[in-house]
């Protein structure tokens, strides 16, 4: 996980508004929001590299609510197309959502246009990082 952290750390990106970490407090009001528990891995994430600005893919943010990768808001479309309520959106790639399932923290590949899961999986958000972000 660190050597992933440190990898996006370097690749991150200057924007003219950079984004910021959420804290504990912030990750608590989404959890209530979406009612749903966030795994363990998702609030790691989301704690240390959800600030990263880095190539096509944008995963979800936590610390504004007005971005289009706000947690909350994307997880509500997702939920709305039809997406389980136990799988909790980490990035939007149309048609295709990557997520977290809430119990295990293994990611899958949704695409929301035949409502199916793809054959790839994940067996954490980091291995995602690593296997997804970082190579598009």
Do not use: K
Not at 11 to 32: G, K, S
Not at 36 to 65: C, K, M, N, Q, W
Not at 106 to 124: C, G, I, K, L
């Amino acid at each position: 996980m660190e050597e992933v952290i440190d990898e996006l750390r370097e690749r991150n990106e200057p924007v003219p508004v950079a984004l910021e970490l959420p804290d504990e407090e912030c990750l608590v009001e989404i959890q209530e929001q979406i009612l749903i528990h966030l795994p363990f891995a998702l609030r790691e994430f989301l704690l240390t590299v959800s600030d990263v600005v880095y190539g096509r893919l944008e995963p979800v943010t936590a610390s504004d609510p007005h971005s289009h990768t706000y947690l909350p808001e994307v997880t509500s479309t997702a939920w709305d197309l039809g997406l389980e309520r136990n799988l909790i959106p980490l990035c939007y790639d149309a048609p295709i959502y990557y997520v977290v399932d809430d119990e295990e923290g293994e990611v899958f590949a949704w695409d929301s246009d035949t409502q199916e899961m793809q054959d790839e999986t994940w067996e954490s958000v980091w291995h995602w990082v690593r296997d997804v972000w970082l190579e598009s």
